[in-house]
Every structure is written in structure tokens, then in C-alpha cells.
């Protein structure tokens, strides 16, 4: 069974880069089958989708993150990540990884989410 | 803000069917699949239609979805407590080029 797990730093200061990866295990990143997803929540508010990357490294932005994201994959690790720069207590939220399954052209799977927390 | 655009709330009473509705564009819902989601804070969300009005293995048949146009609708017949959640339409923008969840809409089973 795939499952997804994020991990990286809980509190970040403002004007750094908040730096998340996510793992995948029981199944292949690499798969054409499917890409990869940031989605976040802030408190209190809706879904918010960051960006995607295909196994290819091909990826698409949020246009309202874009001058401050970097998604990446690491194949050889099964792993995936996200690298936004410039945060403000706004980029303050619960962020998702998540499966999109080609097929569907929807999110199946989703990681249990990891809660980023901006402040000095 | 959301190019999607649901009611914040919703209700209804046990066995009763409710809709919950999504507004969107040409650019989205007029030219891409919508998805429906149902959302338990501090949990991971939970896809419950795809491609409009499909469902995936292991979703009730209570949970339905349809498309007119540029907007989307979720109908859920039977309320049961358990479908006491948030629920987000999504579908992918061509002019933004990515993908745009709605504002959600909170379901209170009364």
C-alpha cells in the first residue's frame, strides 16, 4: 500500500525558506502513472494547491507562488520537495503531499500533512 | 481567493439529500473535469468524485456528482452523521495554468 509522508521543519522564521520532503514508500515515484502535488491549508481558510512535478521534473506553479517555489524530485530516494523562499506569516498552514493518478486526473492518496509555522 | 466558487455552508437532517454547489469559468469547469473532496480538518482529504460525476472504488453511492455548463454540483443522498465535513470542488485552470480548489463548503448534518 503507498503511503505518503512529509517531513521537515515545524517553525520557520520570516524571510527564510520554508523547506518540506516528501516520502514516498510502497510504490514507485517514478511511475507514469501519476505525479506528485503540494497542496496547504491555512488556518481557518481553504485548500490551497502550491504545484506539481512529473517524474520527468516537469513541473507546474501556483502563479501566486511561483517567483518564490521550487518543487523537486529525487527519484533514486523516492522522495519529492518543496522550497519556498521569502515566507511571511501568510505561507503559515498545514501542507500536503499528495498523489495525482493520471487516470483520474485527480488527487488519490494524500499525506497525513505537516503543520509550518511561521514566526521569529 | 477561489475562482471556484461554493456556498460556506450547508445542512440538513439525517436521510435527507443535500447539494452543494460549484461556480466556475469557461477556463475551468467549462473546459476541465471537476473533482469533489471531502475534508476532516487534521485528516487528509478524501476524493469522492472525479471526471465530473465518477466515483472511486469504496465511495458510497450516496455521493453523486454533475456538471452543466461552467458549474458543478455534489448531491449527497441518505445524510448520514458521518458525512459532517468540509467538501471542496476542484478542476484545473487553463489560463492560470494549475489547479483551483474552491472556497469549500462546511456540511452540518443537524
Known amino acids: 500500500q503507498v503511503q505518503l509522508q512529509e517531513s521537515g521543519p515545524g517553525l520557520v522564521k520570516p524571510s527564510q525558506t520554508l523547506s518540506l520532503t516528501c516520502t514516498v514508500s510502497?510504490?514507485?515515484?517514478?511511475?507514469?502513472?501519476?505525479?506528485w502535488n503540494w497542496v496547504r491549508q491555512p488556518a481557518g481558510k481553504g485548500l490551497e494547491w502550491i504545484g506539481r512535478?512529473?517524474?520527468?521534473?516537469?513541473?507546474n506553479y501556483n502563479p501566486s507562488l511561483k517567483s518564490r517555489l521550487t518543487i523537486s524530485i529525487d527519484t533514486s530516494k523516492n522522495q519529492f520537495s518543496l522550497n519556498l523562499n521569502s515566507v511571511t506569516a501568510a505561507d503559515t498552514a498545514v501542507y500536503y503531499c499528495a498523489r495525482t493518478f493520471r487516470q483520474y486526473a485527480a488527487i488519490d492518496l494524500w499525506g497525513q500533512g505537516t503543520m509550518v509555522t511561521v514566526s521569529s | 481567493q477561489s475562482v471556484l466558487t461554493q456556498p460556506p455552508s450547508a445542512s440538513g437532517t439525517p436521510g435527507q439529500r443535500v447539494t452543494i454547489s460549484c461556480s466556475g469559468s469557461s477556463t475551468n469547469i467549462g473546459s476541465n473535469s471537476v473533482k469533489w473532496y471531502q475534508y476532516l480538518p487534521g485528516t487528509a482529504p478524501k476524493l469522492l468524485i472525479y471526471s465530473n460525476h465518477q466515483r472511486p472504488s469504496g465511495v458510497a453511492d450516496r455521493f453523486s456528482g454533475s456538471t452543466s455548463g461552467t458549474s458543478a454540483s455534489l448531491a449527497i443522498s441518505g445524510l448520514q452523521s458521518e458525512d459532517e465535513a468540509e467538501y471542496y470542488c476542484a478542476a484545473w485552470d487553463d489560463s492560470l495554468d494549475g489547479e483551483l480548489f474552491g472556497g469549500g463548503t462546511k456540511l452540518t448534518v443537524l
Open positions: 512535478i512529473y517524474p520527468s521534473g516537469y513541473t
Open positions: 510502497g510504490g514507485s515515484i517514478s511511475s507514469g502513472l501519476y505525479y
